[in-house]
């Protein structure tokens, strides 16, 4: 019996491993690639680096490929990225030049492998022009968008249109983010992994340790937001919740935490934003850690009373989940993914100011068993819908249902089938 | 006395699709309710309970919610949450009901209510990816005690989707049982007490458990 997703079952039930095995039979021995820009850093290859070992655990022949590129590369997509996010970015020809050079070069290294594979995944716009540089391929080519599409910037996506309208499938996180194009487009939320670093159980002693490294009181509350130094995740806001918040709630303790700043020259603007503003206040902790303090960031969470995610604008918000994960309730901003994850009163609060943030964070710390409920309410909700294995067996029954033809409201997979 | 063949117990997974069309106002989602796909009304009364959602909604179906949250209009929200999709003989009537009960609320108000720029209602549909675990159970003892131990798939498949399938109107659970004649009527009819609607996924698993094993230890009706 295989030990990597054996190590699921205890955290999700032994009834959703069977589930993928079951699936996974049906698709066992086909050729998988996944293609995406990068293989460290960022939420997509956080993902792969434990999904492609579980799907050929479960008898999948996968390869993750990556597609490298020069500055000029880079410089495209990071505008494409944002463009589709609804920036208004005008990308010069050049760009567009590099794009596509960029991914004729890689396409002529990968074709053989592309081409023969049943099924194909390409990750994001930095790829997606493979399909059309891969005229002989016989499997089913899925494009996975992991960004928000919901309002792009129009030129910006005529031209990826034009690239992503020919695969057979395309997978969106929400339904808002879907486009209108001229294949099946499924819904699959992102996942967290329970036993990543960032996720899995900690002893007390390493969380106590991570306390006193930052200088924080256990004994006092403690709220915490965990994201970039961006405009976006409303750092500013929350300091202010806190404040209004600590009025009323003495002692009160508040941790921004947040990496990458240094190499983002916006990031940096708004770090020196945040910390001026908390300059005053000696509970008030500003953390610039390592892209890779996944412990740390783990450790923060749990020593958290509230997770605090309050962006004004969000793709999905991975860290909702981690947060709930840890049977944390998460006060998180009304926009975006947030909505999927943070269900009014039950899991959390959804909120659209700072004095509503802070209205939620005295009306939890007030009633520490009704943080605790909906704490545990959290932690139950993301097992059943936020974990990898989830996220998995949607990946497979994407495979199933396109090798049955996927314009039916029903498959049914029998036990010999292949 | 037997069933003429063993419970096999199947599994499941919901797929969600986007169907590309979607609505902002109460007449948007009249004129898209009057054309989507029937597969679209079964997800959004029915598909909450697989996919990712909180198990305890405050509405019973997706139109009620948005109703209520997108709408900002409470009175539609209860005159749609109260729709039961078993009480109408397919989707297609389930439709005219839906459809009836907006054009009546368009009707009674003076201005057509909208919902903000970034909570329009997206129409989604959904494909049922069907699996056969291999499991066979012999008998009610048997299915009562594995019960504890079905997926929420298990369950969907079994409880919910069974009323889409042949006999009418009956789940596998009920359907299975009547093979042993009146030897379970009490059980079946406990079963029949059970509302797919209003109840979670979860809580039908402790239910359906409850109740074989109250009505299967006694062993008759």
Redesign the interface.
Known sequence: MSGLLDAYAPVTGEAVVHHLRLLAARLEGRRVVHVNSTRVGGGVAEILAKMIPLMQELGLQVDWEVITGESDFYQCTKSFHNALQGDPVEIPRHLYQAYEATNQRNAERLRPLLEQADFVFIHDPQPAMFLKLCPNRRGKWIWRCHIDLSRPFRPVWKYMESQVAGYDASIFSLSSYARSLPHTQYLIPPSIDPLSDKNIELEPQEIRAVQEQFGLDPRRPLIVQVSRFDRFKDPLGVIRAYRLAKQLTSGLQLVLAGGGAADDPEGEAVLAEVSAAAEDDPDVHVLLLPPDAHRTINALQRAADIVVQKSVKEGFGLTVAEGLWKGKPVIGGNVGGIRLQVVNHQTGFLVDTPEGAALRIRYLLQDPTRLREMGAKARQFVRENFLLTRHLRDYLAVMAVLLHGDNVDRIELTRTAA | MTASHPFAVI?C?M????T?LSAQNLRELRDRLRSVPA?SL?FHFWGAHLR?????PEYGNDFALWARHGLSDPALAERLSVIRPPGFGDLEALREELVEVVEQRLYEREVVPWAPA?Q?F?F???????????TRLETPEALGAALA??????LFYHFIDALRRPPEGADDFRAWLSGFGDRYSGLIERIAGIDPYFVTLSRLGRELSQAFAAQVAGGAA
């Open positions: 599994d997974a797929l969600s699709i986007a590309g597969s079964y990712p959602g909180f198990d305890e970034d329009e997206h989604i549909r959904s494909t049922l990816v069907v699996l056969d675990t291999g131990r079905f997926s929420p798939g298990s």
